[in-house]
């Protein structure tokens, strides 16, 4: 039986916004946004890295020239080659926009001549509206409006900058930055399968240190401008994470930005929060041999303490003057600062340890020990920091151990064991701005 001409065809839908419903219609958002560059010259061909960050007029004081400062002397001049700094000024306050591009012009000329820097602007008319919104998280009407606006903020940041590099971070306006932050972000990120992550996170605050790849940019712009009311931007860039297909967080430590706001750029407000896990330099951690007689607890082993990622080295009791963790150096070398953090959220710390140095190293079959030794300080809670350690021993080391020196009934977690050494020490300065 011939089938009806009807049957034989295939239907076409036409999806035109003309032709929707007027309810429809008004709940549409136009993403026709004009963005004007203030400050800056783009430069080709693309960077490595964009690093994004939008800043608003503050009731109680202005971070934002001690931002740039610290991203700009924290690293190299190899590194700045290879970066671009957007701000995007996202207060509607002309006259606070104008004064604020002349001081960044004034202080950070160089950078803006160079490409290194771009001050952009977008009118209030590209906003969708901000008042009469969603309180999803019963939040008051102008706290709504806040978290809603910063949600656009963030979408016309994201989307000028999404062909200006190959990955692209979010910071603060109030925050400060780890040495060499570039170099550190770039061996993190060829240590990874690409296809394996959508973000990557270098601090556990809010959306501070976030890492995303510049081809997915474009997406997420218009993920957080269509959804901008809903919900506050670390929920939606935690949703958005996961839709890309990862499940699980990517954080790596020692977080290489801080939080330095002491008030919120939303009213005002007290806002003491601080990343603990931050460190204003990288050790160097020479290549070395990590030894320990105290027993690790399945897969946490001792090397992980000298990674410097997000592992650590977790062992059991029995742990009393008999136990040691000992870093014995491949090469000797001349120590300039040591610094150990033990214990996670307030338990398995180190109660009674002391920190040695040893100019020798002895090997057998059965045993390594460090020799010749300097005790260079006791731990303090947990802790152990101790700079210009060249001045105390001033020849070339062969191991750094820490000795227990009474027993403890808990076991101990050593986040980090980190060691700096004079020549790269000098080196980290000799090439700074």
Not at 95 to 120: A, C, D, M, R, Y
Not at 131 to 154: E, H, I, W
Not at 355 to 366: H, N
Request: with cysteine.
């Amino acid at each position: 039986m011939r089938r009806p001409p009807s049957e034989n065809k295939s239907l076409a839908w036409i999806w035109d916004r003309e032709t929707w419903l007027e309810e429809i219609k008004s709940h549409y958002l136009r993403f026709n946004v004009s963005i004007k560059l203030l400050a800056g010259e783009p430069q080709q061909p693309k960077k490595y890295l964009t690093v994004g960050l939008a800043s608003v007029k503050r009731q109680k004081g202005s971070y934002l020239q001690r931002t740039l400062k610290s991203i700009f002397t924290q690293s190299s001049e190899e590194e700045l080659a290879e970066m671009v700094v957007v701000v995007l000024l996202a207060d509607f306050d002309i006259n606070w926009v104008q004064q604020t591009v002349q001081t960044i012009t004034e202080e950070f000329s160089q950078h803006l001549s160079k490409g290194q820097l771009l001050v952009i602007h977008a009118h209030q008319g590209n906003y969708p509206p901000l008042t009469g919104l969603k309180s999803n998280f019963n939040d008051a009407p102008k706290r709504v409006t806040f978290r809603s606006k910063q949600n656009v903020d963030y979408s016309f940041l994201l989307h000028f900058s999404s062909n200006l590099s190959q990955y692209y971070i979010m910071l603060e306006d109030d925050v400060i930055c780890s040495r060499n932050f570039l170099s550190s972000i770039r061996e993190h990120v060829s240590s990874l399968d690409a296809s394996k992550w959508a973000t990557l996170e270098f601090s556990k605050l809010g959306y501070i240190g976030k890492l995303y790849k510049s081809r997915d940019l474009p997406t997420l712009a218009r993920f957080l401008y269509n959804f901008y009311q809903e919900m506050p931007c670390d929920f939606l860039l935690t949703h958005f994470r996961t839709l890309l297909m990862q499940d699980k967080v990517i954080r790596f430590r020692p977080s290489l930005f801080q939080h330095i706001g002491m008030y919120s750029s939303f009213q005002g407000t007290l806002n003491r929060l601080k990343d603990e896990d931050f460190i204003d330099e990288l050790a160097d951690n020479p290549p070395a041999d990590i030894n320990t007689n105290i027993p690790a607890f399945t897969t946490y082993m001792p090397d992980q303490a000298y990674n410097q990622d997000s592992s650590y080295f977790w062992g059991k009791s029995p742990i009393g003057p008999e136990s040691f963790f000992l870093v014995a150096f491949h090469k000797p070398a001349l120590v300039s600062r040591v610094r150990i953090q033990t214990g996670l959220d307030g338990k398995d710390s180190l109660a009674s340890a002391v920190v040695e140095i040893g100019r020798t190293l002895v090997k057998t079959e059965s045993k390594m020990e460090c020799s010749g030794l300097e005790t260079l300080g006791s731990l303090q809670q947990g802790q152990f920091d101790k700079s210009d350690i060249e001045k105390l021993v001033n020849t070339n080391t062969s191991c750094v151990q820490i000795r227990v020196t009474a027993e403890q009934s808990d076991w101990v977690v050593i986040n980090y064991f980190q060691i700096w050494t004079v020549k790269a020490y000098r080196e980290h300065r000799n090439i700074n701005v």
